[in-house]
Protein backbone atom coordinates (compact mmCIF):
# COMPACT_ATOMS: atom_id res chain seq x y z
CA UNK A 1 0.00 0.00 0.00
CA UNK A 2 1.06 3.44 -0.72
CA UNK A 3 0.23 6.81 0.29
CA UNK A 4 0.93 9.96 -0.91
CA UNK A 5 -0.15 13.92 0.60
CA UNK A 6 -2.56 15.43 -1.73
CA UNK A 7 -2.39 18.75 -0.86
CA UNK A 8 -4.92 20.32 -3.94
CA UNK A 9 -7.32 18.29 -2.46
CA UNK A 10 -7.31 19.36 0.69
CA UNK A 11 -7.02 23.33 -0.07
CA UNK A 12 -10.08 22.84 -2.34
CA UNK A 13 -12.03 21.46 0.81
CA UNK A 14 -11.07 23.43 3.33
CA UNK A 15 -13.48 26.75 2.75
CA UNK A 16 -16.39 24.08 3.06
CA UNK A 17 -15.19 22.08 5.87
CA UNK A 18 -14.85 25.16 7.74
CA UNK A 19 -18.52 26.22 6.70
CA UNK A 20 -19.96 23.26 8.03
CA UNK A 21 -17.71 23.27 11.34
CA UNK A 22 -18.53 26.48 12.00
CA UNK A 23 -22.46 25.11 11.76
CA UNK A 24 -22.35 22.74 14.58
CA UNK A 25 -24.23 19.33 15.01
CA UNK A 26 -24.42 16.57 17.18
CA UNK A 27 -21.52 15.17 15.60
CA UNK A 28 -19.06 18.13 15.29
CA UNK A 29 -20.12 20.81 17.91
CA UNK A 30 -20.24 23.86 17.45
CA UNK A 31 -16.93 25.59 17.20
CA UNK A 32 -18.33 28.87 18.26
CA UNK A 33 -18.85 28.54 21.53
CA UNK A 34 -16.57 30.43 23.37
CA UNK A 35 -15.40 33.37 25.81
CA UNK A 36 -15.35 36.41 24.17
CA UNK A 37 -13.16 37.86 27.32
CA UNK A 38 -10.51 35.60 26.37
CA UNK A 39 -10.51 35.17 22.84
CA UNK A 40 -10.76 31.69 21.00
CA UNK A 41 -9.79 30.08 17.82
CA UNK A 42 -11.51 32.03 14.34
CA UNK A 43 -10.76 28.18 12.96
CA UNK A 44 -10.42 24.88 14.20
CA UNK A 45 -9.93 22.10 11.39
CA UNK A 46 -9.65 18.45 12.26
CA UNK A 47 -7.67 16.47 8.88
CA UNK A 48 -8.06 12.75 9.34
CA UNK A 49 -5.02 11.00 8.01
CA UNK A 50 -4.20 6.85 8.66
CA UNK A 51 -4.31 6.36 12.25
CA UNK A 52 -3.44 10.20 13.05
CA UNK A 53 -5.30 13.78 12.61
CA UNK A 54 -3.97 16.89 12.05
CA UNK A 55 -5.32 19.35 13.81
CA UNK A 56 -5.02 23.50 12.37
CA UNK A 57 -6.22 26.70 13.76
CA UNK A 58 -6.07 30.66 13.09
CA UNK A 59 -6.11 32.89 16.20
CA UNK A 60 -5.91 37.02 15.50
CA UNK A 61 -5.29 37.87 19.14
CA UNK A 62 -1.32 38.58 20.02
CA UNK A 63 -2.09 37.88 23.43
CA UNK A 64 -2.73 34.32 23.11
CA UNK A 65 0.35 32.60 23.30
CA UNK A 66 -0.63 28.84 23.32
CA UNK A 67 -3.47 26.38 22.73
CA UNK A 68 -4.44 23.05 24.83
CA UNK A 69 -6.02 20.54 22.72
CA UNK A 70 -7.68 17.52 24.48
CA UNK A 71 -9.44 14.17 23.12
CA UNK A 72 -10.74 10.75 24.29
CA UNK A 73 -13.32 12.77 27.29
CA UNK A 74 -10.18 15.20 28.41
CA UNK A 75 -8.16 11.99 28.76
CA UNK A 76 -5.25 13.05 26.55
CA UNK A 77 -4.23 16.84 25.60
CA UNK A 78 -1.22 18.42 24.19
CA UNK A 79 -0.65 22.06 24.07
CA UNK A 80 0.67 23.59 21.14
CA UNK A 81 2.12 27.32 20.76
CA UNK A 82 0.87 29.98 18.78
CA UNK A 83 3.00 30.75 15.42
CA UNK A 84 2.59 33.79 13.37
CA UNK A 85 -1.33 33.61 14.23
CA UNK A 86 -1.87 30.17 13.17
CA UNK A 87 -1.22 26.97 14.71
CA UNK A 88 -0.65 23.13 13.86
CA UNK A 89 0.10 19.71 15.54
CA UNK A 90 0.14 16.11 14.43
CA UNK A 91 -1.53 13.49 16.86
CA UNK A 92 -0.03 9.94 15.92
CA UNK A 93 -1.26 6.60 17.02
CA UNK A 94 -4.35 6.70 17.77
CA UNK A 95 -7.43 4.53 17.03
CA UNK A 96 -10.00 3.61 14.06
CA UNK A 97 -13.01 5.68 15.01
CA UNK A 98 -14.33 9.21 15.79
CA UNK A 99 -12.90 11.46 17.45
CA UNK A 100 -14.05 14.77 18.82
CA UNK A 101 -11.28 17.28 19.95
CA UNK A 102 -11.95 20.39 22.33
CA UNK A 103 -9.34 23.40 22.21
CA UNK A 104 -8.67 26.31 24.41
CA UNK A 105 -6.85 29.45 23.89
CA UNK A 106 -4.45 30.59 26.49
CA UNK A 107 -3.31 34.46 26.74
CA UNK A 108 0.28 35.34 28.21
CA UNK A 109 -1.21 35.77 31.65
CA UNK A 110 -2.47 31.95 32.07
CA UNK A 111 -6.33 32.80 31.50
CA UNK A 112 -8.29 30.34 29.34
CA UNK A 113 -11.23 30.67 26.96
CA UNK A 114 -14.17 28.67 27.00
CA UNK A 115 -13.68 25.01 25.10
CA UNK A 116 -14.78 24.97 21.25
CA UNK A 117 -15.21 21.21 19.40
CA UNK A 118 -14.81 19.94 16.20
CA UNK A 119 -14.47 16.23 15.51
CA UNK A 120 -13.36 13.50 12.64
CA UNK A 121 -13.45 10.01 11.99
CA UNK A 122 -10.20 8.44 11.66
CA UNK A 123 -8.82 5.66 9.28
CA UNK A 124 -6.39 2.51 10.01
CA UNK A 125 -5.98 -1.17 8.95
CA UNK A 126 -9.74 -2.12 8.25
CA UNK A 127 -10.27 0.09 5.85
CA UNK A 128 -7.04 0.22 4.21
CA UNK A 129 -7.38 -3.30 3.93
CA UNK A 130 -11.36 -2.98 2.56
CA UNK A 131 -10.06 -0.82 -0.24
CA UNK A 132 -9.47 -2.82 -3.47
CA UNK A 133 -8.55 -2.48 -7.17
CA UNK A 134 -11.30 -1.79 -9.64
CA UNK A 135 -11.94 -5.06 -11.21
CA UNK A 136 -10.60 -5.70 -14.95
CA UNK A 137 -13.71 -7.38 -16.45
CA UNK A 138 -12.47 -8.40 -20.13
CA UNK A 139 -9.65 -7.22 -22.45
CA UNK A 140 -9.95 -7.27 -26.60
CA UNK A 141 -6.44 -7.31 -28.74
CA UNK A 142 -6.18 -7.19 -32.12
CA UNK A 143 -3.07 -5.80 -33.54
CA UNK A 144 -1.91 -2.93 -31.80
CA UNK A 145 -5.95 -1.53 -31.02
CA UNK A 146 -6.60 -2.74 -27.24
CA UNK A 147 -10.01 -2.53 -25.80
CA UNK A 148 -10.39 -3.23 -21.94
CA UNK A 149 -14.02 -3.08 -20.11
CA UNK A 150 -13.75 -2.63 -16.29
CA UNK A 151 -16.44 -2.93 -13.62
CA UNK A 152 -18.70 -0.08 -12.54
CA UNK A 153 -17.44 1.78 -9.46
CA UNK A 154 -18.75 2.65 -6.22
CA UNK A 155 -18.71 6.26 -5.08
CA UNK A 156 -19.47 5.59 -1.76
CA UNK A 157 -16.19 3.83 -1.50
CA UNK A 158 -13.83 6.96 -1.40
CA UNK A 159 -12.50 5.69 -5.31
CA UNK A 160 -10.77 8.82 -6.93
CA UNK A 161 -9.67 6.94 -10.15
CA UNK A 162 -7.37 4.11 -11.31
CA UNK A 163 -4.45 4.31 -12.89
CA UNK A 164 -3.28 1.80 -16.37
CA UNK A 165 0.49 1.23 -17.12
CA UNK A 166 1.22 -0.12 -20.22
CA UNK A 167 3.95 -0.75 -22.91
CA UNK A 168 3.22 0.85 -26.69
CA UNK A 169 4.61 -0.12 -30.02
CA UNK A 170 8.22 1.65 -29.57
CA UNK A 171 8.82 0.23 -26.51
CA UNK A 172 7.87 3.21 -24.21
CA UNK A 173 5.81 2.86 -20.81
CA UNK A 174 2.92 4.90 -20.98
CA UNK A 175 0.17 5.67 -17.82
CA UNK A 176 -3.36 6.61 -18.25
CA UNK A 177 -5.65 7.35 -15.96
CA UNK A 178 -9.47 6.29 -15.83
CA UNK A 179 -12.06 8.02 -13.80
CA UNK A 180 -14.58 7.01 -12.30
CA UNK A 181 -16.91 7.25 -14.67
CA UNK A 182 -15.56 5.61 -17.66
CA UNK A 183 -15.90 1.62 -17.73
CA UNK A 184 -14.33 0.89 -21.03
CA UNK A 185 -11.06 2.27 -22.24
CA UNK A 186 -9.45 2.07 -25.88
CA UNK A 187 -5.61 1.95 -26.66
CA UNK A 188 -4.86 2.48 -29.93
CA UNK A 189 -0.75 1.57 -30.03
CA UNK A 190 -0.58 -1.15 -27.09
CA UNK A 191 2.34 -3.50 -27.96
CA UNK A 192 1.03 -7.18 -28.71
CA UNK A 193 2.28 -9.59 -26.33
CA UNK A 194 3.15 -7.42 -23.33
CA UNK A 195 1.51 -6.96 -20.03
CA UNK A 196 -0.06 -4.42 -18.73
CA UNK A 197 -0.67 -3.23 -14.97
CA UNK A 198 -3.24 -1.23 -12.69
CA UNK A 199 -4.12 0.68 -9.37
CA UNK A 200 -6.65 2.31 -8.16
CA UNK A 201 -6.52 5.40 -5.52
CA UNK A 202 -8.52 6.45 -2.94
CA UNK A 203 -9.64 9.63 -0.41
CA UNK A 204 -11.07 8.64 2.61
CA UNK A 205 -12.64 11.87 3.50
CA UNK A 206 -12.37 15.68 1.20
CA UNK A 207 -10.43 16.80 3.63
CA UNK A 208 -8.22 12.93 4.10
CA UNK A 209 -4.26 13.43 4.14
CA UNK A 210 -3.36 10.84 1.82
CA UNK A 211 -4.43 9.36 -1.28
CA UNK A 212 -4.54 5.65 -0.64
CA UNK A 213 -3.05 3.47 -3.06
CA UNK A 214 -3.64 -0.41 -4.06
CA UNK A 215 -1.67 -2.69 -4.92
CA UNK A 216 -1.16 -3.00 -8.98
CA UNK A 217 -3.14 -5.64 -10.67
CA UNK A 218 -0.96 -7.16 -13.86
CA UNK A 219 -3.12 -8.60 -16.72
CA UNK A 220 -1.98 -9.97 -20.32
CA UNK A 221 -4.99 -8.97 -22.22
CA UNK A 222 -6.00 -11.84 -24.69
CA UNK A 223 -4.70 -12.63 -28.37
CA UNK A 224 -7.07 -14.59 -30.54
CA UNK A 225 -4.45 -16.91 -32.45
CA UNK A 226 -5.17 -16.67 -36.13
CA UNK A 227 -5.07 -19.49 -38.46
CA UNK A 228 -2.72 -18.53 -41.44
CA UNK A 229 -3.19 -18.90 -45.39
CA UNK A 230 -6.56 -19.87 -44.53
CA UNK A 231 -9.06 -19.05 -47.34
CA UNK A 232 -9.53 -18.65 -51.27
CA UNK A 233 -7.41 -18.15 -52.59
CA UNK A 234 -4.73 -20.54 -50.74
CA UNK A 235 -1.24 -20.44 -51.56
CA UNK A 236 1.16 -23.02 -52.42
CA UNK A 237 4.52 -23.49 -51.94
CA UNK A 238 5.06 -25.96 -54.66
CA UNK A 239 3.10 -26.45 -57.90
CA UNK A 240 3.00 -28.80 -60.78
CA UNK A 241 -0.18 -28.45 -63.13
CA UNK A 242 -3.38 -28.59 -61.23
CA UNK A 243 -1.86 -30.03 -58.17
CA UNK A 244 0.09 -28.45 -55.47
CA UNK A 245 1.09 -28.18 -51.67
CA UNK A 246 -0.04 -25.80 -49.17
CA UNK A 247 2.40 -23.19 -48.34
CA UNK A 248 2.76 -22.38 -44.44
CA UNK A 249 1.85 -22.88 -42.08
CA UNK A 250 0.60 -25.69 -43.49
CA UNK A 251 2.14 -29.02 -42.67
CA UNK A 252 1.16 -31.89 -45.05
CA UNK A 253 2.38 -35.44 -44.34
CA UNK A 254 4.03 -37.65 -47.25
CA UNK A 255 0.34 -39.79 -47.29
CA UNK A 256 -1.45 -36.39 -48.57
CA UNK A 257 0.90 -35.81 -50.99
CA UNK A 258 -0.64 -38.31 -53.29
CA UNK A 259 -0.19 -36.67 -56.80
CA UNK A 260 3.47 -36.85 -57.83
CA UNK A 261 4.31 -35.97 -54.50
CA UNK A 262 2.18 -33.20 -54.52
CA UNK A 263 -1.06 -32.71 -52.79
CA UNK A 264 -3.60 -30.82 -50.71
CA UNK A 265 -3.90 -27.56 -52.70
CA UNK A 266 -6.08 -27.12 -56.06
CA UNK A 267 -5.88 -25.10 -58.62
CA UNK A 268 -9.62 -25.33 -59.64
CA UNK A 269 -12.54 -23.77 -57.79
CA UNK A 270 -9.61 -20.55 -56.90
CA UNK A 271 -6.68 -22.39 -55.67
CA UNK A 272 -8.57 -24.22 -52.90
CA UNK A 273 -7.79 -26.82 -50.24
CA UNK A 274 -8.60 -30.34 -51.62
CA UNK A 275 -7.12 -33.43 -50.13
CA UNK A 276 -8.49 -35.88 -53.21
CA UNK A 277 -7.43 -39.84 -53.85
CA UNK A 278 -8.98 -41.89 -57.00
CA UNK A 279 -9.88 -40.69 -60.05
CA UNK A 280 -6.03 -42.28 -61.43
CA UNK A 281 -4.56 -40.96 -58.67
CA UNK A 282 -3.30 -43.23 -55.02
CA UNK A 283 -5.57 -43.62 -52.25
CA UNK A 284 -4.55 -41.97 -49.34
CA UNK A 285 -4.02 -43.68 -46.05
CA UNK A 286 -4.27 -41.22 -42.80
CA UNK A 287 -3.43 -38.02 -44.86
CA UNK A 288 -2.73 -34.95 -43.28
CA UNK A 289 -2.52 -31.70 -43.34
CA UNK A 290 -2.60 -29.41 -40.15
CA UNK A 291 -1.23 -26.39 -38.91
CA UNK A 292 0.64 -25.49 -34.95
CA UNK A 293 -0.50 -22.07 -33.42
CA UNK A 294 0.10 -21.13 -29.59
CA UNK A 295 -3.48 -19.75 -28.10
CA UNK A 296 -4.04 -18.96 -25.05
CA UNK A 297 -7.02 -20.52 -22.10
CA UNK A 298 -10.33 -20.08 -23.59
CA UNK A 299 -13.53 -21.67 -24.90
CA UNK A 300 -13.20 -21.78 -28.62
CA UNK A 301 -14.86 -22.53 -32.19
CA UNK A 302 -13.51 -23.56 -35.32
CA UNK A 303 -15.48 -22.79 -38.14
CA UNK A 304 -14.54 -24.22 -41.72
CA UNK A 305 -16.40 -23.94 -45.01
CA UNK A 306 -16.86 -26.77 -47.07
CA UNK A 307 -17.72 -25.61 -50.62
CA UNK A 308 -18.31 -29.69 -51.70
CA UNK A 309 -17.34 -33.45 -50.82
CA UNK A 310 -18.63 -36.90 -50.61
CA UNK A 311 -16.99 -37.86 -47.70
CA UNK A 312 -20.39 -39.14 -46.27
CA UNK A 313 -20.00 -42.03 -48.41
CA UNK A 314 -16.43 -42.54 -47.05
CA UNK A 315 -16.58 -46.08 -44.82
CA UNK A 316 -12.97 -45.21 -43.31
CA UNK A 317 -13.25 -41.78 -42.29
CA UNK A 318 -12.14 -38.44 -42.59
CA UNK A 319 -12.02 -35.75 -39.84
CA UNK A 320 -11.82 -31.90 -38.96
CA UNK A 321 -9.65 -32.46 -35.98
CA UNK A 322 -7.63 -30.22 -32.88
CA UNK A 323 -5.14 -31.68 -30.66
CA UNK A 324 -3.10 -29.84 -27.51
CA UNK A 325 0.69 -29.68 -28.54
CA UNK A 326 2.05 -29.65 -31.55
CA UNK A 327 3.06 -33.44 -32.01
CA UNK A 328 0.30 -33.19 -35.26
CA UNK A 329 -3.12 -35.01 -35.03
CA UNK A 330 -3.58 -38.62 -34.85
CA UNK A 331 -4.35 -41.66 -37.47
CA UNK A 332 -8.05 -41.87 -38.09
CA UNK A 333 -8.68 -44.61 -36.10
CA UNK A 334 -7.38 -42.29 -33.04
CA UNK A 335 -9.31 -39.27 -33.59
CA UNK A 336 -12.14 -40.04 -31.19
CA UNK A 337 -10.39 -41.43 -28.86
CA UNK A 338 -6.54 -40.12 -28.19
CA UNK A 339 -5.73 -38.01 -25.33
CA UNK A 340 -4.42 -35.18 -26.94
CA UNK A 341 -7.72 -34.71 -28.94
CA UNK A 342 -9.76 -31.66 -27.61
CA UNK A 343 -12.37 -31.49 -30.71
CA UNK A 344 -13.36 -32.61 -33.65
CA UNK A 345 -16.03 -33.71 -36.20
CA UNK A 346 -16.84 -35.90 -38.84
CA UNK A 347 -16.98 -35.00 -42.40
CA UNK A 348 -20.01 -35.65 -44.28
CA UNK A 349 -22.15 -33.44 -46.73
CA UNK A 350 -20.58 -29.81 -47.75
CA UNK A 351 -21.98 -26.67 -45.77
CA UNK A 352 -20.32 -25.10 -42.25
CA UNK A 353 -19.20 -27.15 -39.97
CA UNK A 354 -18.27 -25.72 -36.30
CA UNK A 355 -15.83 -27.45 -33.81
CA UNK A 356 -15.92 -26.19 -30.24
CA UNK A 357 -13.57 -26.91 -28.14
CA UNK A 358 -11.98 -25.33 -24.53
CA UNK A 359 -8.00 -25.02 -24.02
CA UNK A 360 -7.45 -25.28 -19.64
CA UNK A 361 -3.87 -23.77 -20.30
CA UNK A 362 -1.53 -21.71 -22.51
CA UNK A 363 0.10 -24.39 -25.52
CA UNK A 364 0.23 -24.78 -28.86
CA UNK A 365 -2.38 -26.85 -30.58
CA UNK A 366 -2.66 -28.28 -33.80
CA UNK A 367 -6.02 -27.79 -36.05
CA UNK A 368 -6.19 -29.39 -39.45
CA UNK A 369 -7.98 -32.40 -41.39
CA UNK A 370 -7.12 -36.20 -41.19
CA UNK A 371 -8.48 -38.47 -43.73
CA UNK A 372 -8.22 -42.01 -45.18
CA UNK A 373 -9.67 -42.13 -48.70
CA UNK A 374 -9.87 -45.40 -50.78
CA UNK A 375 -11.63 -44.80 -53.11
CA UNK A 376 -12.35 -41.71 -55.70
CA UNK A 377 -13.37 -38.79 -52.65
CA UNK A 378 -12.20 -35.03 -51.80
CA UNK A 379 -13.18 -32.37 -49.63
CA UNK A 380 -13.56 -28.82 -51.26
CA UNK A 381 -12.77 -26.48 -48.27
CA UNK A 382 -12.98 -22.69 -49.13
CA UNK A 383 -11.85 -21.18 -45.39
CA UNK A 384 -10.65 -22.25 -42.08
CA UNK A 385 -11.36 -19.18 -38.96
CA UNK A 386 -10.96 -19.50 -35.48
CA UNK A 387 -12.75 -17.32 -32.47
CA UNK A 388 -14.31 -17.61 -29.24
CA UNK A 389 -17.86 -20.20 -28.76
CA UNK A 390 -20.26 -18.15 -26.81
Request: aromatic fraction near 10%; include cysteine.
Amino acid sequence: MKFKLNYAITLLFLSLTLGMLSCGSEEYPDINNYDDSIGALESFVVRPGLNMVLIEGVIDNPNISEVVIYWNDQSESVTVPVVDGAISVQIDNLQEKLYIFEAKSVNTKGESSGLISAGTEVYGASYVEGITNRTLLSSDLKDSFLSINFESTDLTTGILGTELVYTNNEDVEKELTINTSSDLLNISDFKSGSTLKHRSYYLFSPLSLDTLYTDYTTHKPFVLPELGNAAVPFIAEQVSGRWGTLAAPWITNDAAKNHGGLGGWDEWNGNIFNLESGWGSPYIVDGKIYQVIAAEPANYRLTIQVLSTNHDANPDGAYFVITKGNMGIPNVVDVESASEVIGYQRIGTPGTYTVDFVLDESSEICIGEVATQNGNFFCNITSWSLGLSD
